[in-house]
């Protein structure tokens, strides 16, 4: 059974462009939620989606958007891109919508720098 | 607002030290707690899964309790290896929305 797939694995962009990023979660999960992961914050909940609906989201400004397809793949996107938006994003992915006692899933992430 | 604490942030030991790490936070209110490890670079694996009803899960070399009324969980590693070290980090599940609320982190090295 395949896992949560992340890409691309590194991204390199420069400040005020836009950014993609693209997670599959594994096979009948149906719960991705997406974080960042930073050396000075940490790591940070951003969103969850289920069922192609945003469920859940943190504390972060308009600029960091996502969604979900029909085939439980999600997309998150940042716009207007800062340098402190460099970082580790992480999707993990679930069957269900929580909370629930599932273990969560990690993807390797994508590595984001913004220059 | 949940806020979630590990420590020591570091810690290095000699092959075959049991060691201890521990995690404590502010809000009773979880609904599980998880450990994860992190190597560098790479993603999370989720290691043991506490529910809130739980006292202790086991998993081979590794044992993780849990104290909800003290607010306090610790990961026990017996006869550590080089192969153990990484970063280990706690995460609460909140009974309320379903976001994991992560500790900053123990970075382990198990020196051969």
């Known amino acids: 059974k395949a896992g949560v797939t992340q890409t691309p694995r590194y991204l390199i962009k420069t400040r005020g462009q836009q950014v993609t990023l693209s997670c599959s979660p594994i096979s009948g999960h149906r719960s991705v939620s997406w974080y960042q992961q930073t050396p000075g914050q940490g790591l940070q909940f951003l969103f969850e989606?289920?069922?192609?609906?945003?469920?859940n989201k943190g504390n972060f400004p308009g600029r960091f958007s996502g969604r979900q397809f029909s085939n439980s793949r999600s997309e998150m996107n940042v716009s207007t891109l800062e340098l402190g938006d460099s970082a580790l994003y992480l999707c993990?992915?679930?069957?269900?919508?929580?909370?629930?006692?599932?273990?969560?899933?990690f993807g390797s992430g994508t590595q984001l720098s913004v220059l | 607002k949940q806020e979630v604490t590990q420590i020591p942030a570091a810690l290095s030991v000699p092959e075959g030290e049991n060691l201890v790490l521990n995690c404590s936070f502010t809000d009773s209110a979880i609904y599980n707690l998880q450990w994860f490890r992190q190597d560098p670079g790479k993603g999370l694996t989720s290691l043991l899964l506490?529910?809130?009803?739980?006292r202790e899960q086991t998993s081979g070399r590794l044992n993780a309790s849990l104290d909800k009324s003290s607010g306090r969980s610790t990961l026990y590693i017996a006869a550590s290896q080089p192969g153990d070290s990484a970063t280990y980090l706690c995460a609460s599940r909140m009974e309320y929305g379903n976001k994991l609320v992560f500790g900053a982190g123990t970075i382990l090295r198990v020196k051969s």
């Open positions: 506490i529910q809130s009803s739980q």
């Open positions: 993990a992915s679930s069957f269900r919508l929580g909370p629930t006692n599932e273990k969560l899933f």
């Open positions: 989606y289920f069922s192609e609906t945003q469920r």
